[in-house]
């Protein structure tokens, strides 16, 4: 008995661990996927509401263990300013200050993302300790999304909004400060090497795909804890 109760949940944990692990992998899939399309809509809309420079898919390092991956950052006459972007579906409670944000799909499936204001802004001050210049933050919703309460918090955007708010935060006044001409291009010049340097966009997808990884280490955590009391519970059933 004590060994069919051990196979049984051996089978069990085992199927279970395929499963969520092989989800996890396509869910992985599926999110860089919907970021590749995400971004390519933004920097078609940056492209088309035109007058600016920028650059894409920059992975920026200010010092040793401090990176970011920039999905764009565009230079205006008073700072630079990165452009974050979301391709999400569905409806978005949006948390304030550091709180979550809690998506839900029309399927029903419900997941909870750390704040793209935050993620935007320390973007930036990842930017502005490489480059020595002023750098201010903005998030752009490529998806269909629709916001719970009935409208974006300030500083989120839809792409039909860039050629309105983006000159704002690259030429007007803004609490990020602004810089010398000469300070934004000697900064732009450091970015356009990062850009051109070799194997840049290889390292950025990498980092992408860390970064994707780690959403699921609750999940494998969760197997983890579930394969111990699996042990256990075999254990327990031998010895009895």
């Not at 020595?132 to 974006?152: E, N």
């Amino acid at each position: 008995m004590s060994q069919l109760l051990f196979a049984l949940a051996s089978g069990l944990f085992l199927a279970g661990a395929c499963i969520s692990f092989s989800g996890l992998a396509r869910t992985r899939t599926r999110q860089l996927v919907a970021a590749a399309a995400g971004e390519s809509l933004v920097g078609q809309a940056l492209d088309e509401a035109g007058g600016m420079d920028r650059l894409g898919g920059l992975l920026v390092e200010s010092r040793p263990g401090r990176t970011a991956l920039i999905d764009h950052v565009v230079r205006g006459r008073a700072r630079l300013v990165v452009v974050e972007t979301k391709n999400w579906t569905g409806t978005l409670e949006c948390g304030r200050g550091d709180q979550p944000w809690r998506q839900t799909r029309r399927s029903g499936e419900v997941r909870v993302h750390r704040s793209p204001i935050l993620q935007a802004k320390r973007q930036a001050r990842v930017l502005s300790e490489f480059t020595g210049v002023p750098v201010a933050s903005l998030v752009v919703m490529a998806g269909r999304t629709v916001p719970a309460d009935g409208s974006y918090p300030k500083g989120v955007v839809i792409p039909s909004d860039l050629p309105h708010v983006l000159p704002v935060l690259m030429h007007g006044a803004h609490k990020s400060g602004s810089a010398e001409a000469g300070a934004l291009v000697s900064a732009w010049e450091k970015l356009v090497v990062i850009d051109s340097a070799p194997g840049a966009e290889r390292k950025a997808s990498r980092h992408a795909e860390r970064t994707a990884a780690r959403y699921g280490k609750r999940e494998w955590v969760g197997w983890t804890a579930m394969a111990i009391a699996t042990a256990a519970v075999a254990t327990l059933s031998v010895l009895r």
